[in-house]
């Protein structure tokens, strides 16, 4: 019997907190920041192959990065690229999948997943997404996977449960915490971590748009008949240019009364920073995080250095730095002033434009 389970991968975001080293060109999905031998995207995939066939995944990317998907992501053919003209957010990169969803096959069931977090223990992974997958194709349910708080972090959002079953009807949402309030959520017990990994029948999500974000919904079913034809690409010009940019979680999950979370404890990281690079990196007895070959370290500690291939480093006296070498551009900033990384592209783009962002 053909599976009715279908992975949309999101795949369009530039990644600018990894600058230098993620770029317009090349983000952070296609790179191997971790040193596993394999980009974020393909870990991804193959986090999800065990339980999906090839042919029932989608990648929803911006339509520069097409090329980039299909070499990474060789299992699928172009027609399982979704290309963005223009990053909206979340709400209608989910919204594209879903449309074209409903109209290839209406009783699909979605499985909602960013293409650039960590997973350490994949095999409990699969056993709660199993478990969303079984709750959500019996109810009409927006369901979102929680994670466990191990910290005060204030760079995630949280979600309140209301009650200590693995599947638990949600609360609230609380956008990213000042730390004050983090550890509040953390000593409370109530509270888990937003991973953005969403489950859901494609009929309900479609609903919810109807109810929720109805001048996408009306965008995005007045462009169906296109779907999956020549046409398509004249059609999601015009969408794209007339939706506004909306997350998920504010336009959707917020606002339903329909909407679970499955509590989770498997390794999981959005890995969105430099620093979280740092925190789960190999590092030596000096805590520096560093390439094995080509880094000469003197008196330095704490600290996380990316070089290219052949390239040789040799660095003294520095703690708690980020260095960042690529072909064209040097970074090097301590770990604790990591937010103004915007800053820089910004400084960087206004004096020499494009080239180097």
Not at 81 to 89: A, M, S, T, Y
Not at 104 to 121: C, F, G, K, W, Y
Not at 164 to 182: H, Q
Request: net charge negative; charged share 25%.
């Amino acid at each position: 019997m053909e599976s009715k389970k279908y992975c949309v991968i999101m795949a369009g975001g530039i990644g600018t907190r990894f600058w230098p080293k993620s770029r317009q060109a090349m983000p952070k999905q296609f790179l191997d920041i971790l040193g596993t031998g394999k980009s974020f995207i393909r870990q991804t995939y193959e986090r999800f192959a065990p339980m999906i066939p090839a042919g029932n995944f989608l990648v929803v990317t911006n339509r520069r990065y097409k090329e980039l998907v299909l070499q990474h992501l060789p299992e699928l053919d172009e027609r399982q690229v979704l290309c963005e003209p223009i990053g909206r957010n979340t709400a209608p990169c989910i919204a594209y999948a879903a449309y074209t969803l409903l109209k290839r096959d209406p009783e699909a069931e979605m499985i909602v997943t960013p293409s650039d977090h960590l997973i350490l223990n994949e095999e409990e992974f699969r056993r709660i997404v199993t478990d969303c997958a079984s709750f959500a194709s019996e109810h009409d349910a927006l369901l979102t996977i929680g994670i466990t708080p191990t910290r005060p972090e204030t760079g995630y959002g949280y979600i309140q449960v209301s009650d200590e079953r693995a599947i638990s009807k949600v609360k609230s949402f609380t956008e990213k915490p000042g730390l004050e309030l983090a550890q509040t959520f953390l000593q409370c017990g109530e509270f888990l971590w937003n991973s953005g990994i969403f489950v859901w029948k494609v009929s309900t999500i479609i609903e919810a748009f109807r109810r929720y974000l109805p001048e996408l919904h009306a965008l995005f079913n007045g462009a169906m008949p296109a779907l999956g034809s020549d046409a398509e690409r004249t059609a999601l010009e015009i969408v794209f240019s007339e939706c506004r940019a909306v997350s998920i979680d504010y336009g959707v999950m917020e606002k339903a009364d329909n909407v679970y979370v499955h509590r989770g404890d498997f390794g999981w990281s959005d890995v969105g920073t430099w620093g979280s690079v740092y925190q789960h990196s190999r590092k030596d007895r000096y805590a520096n995080a560093a390439p094995d070959e080509g880094c000469y370290l003197y008196d330095t500690r704490s600290c996380i250095v990316s070089l290219p291939k052949e390239k040789i480093a040799v660095i003294s006296g520095l703690k708690e730095y980020i260095v960042v070498d690529t072909e064209d551009v040097l970074m090097i900033c301590p770990r604790a002033e990591e937010q103004n990384i915007r800053k820089f592209i910004d400084e960087v783009k206004f004096h020499n434009g494009d080239r180097h962002i």
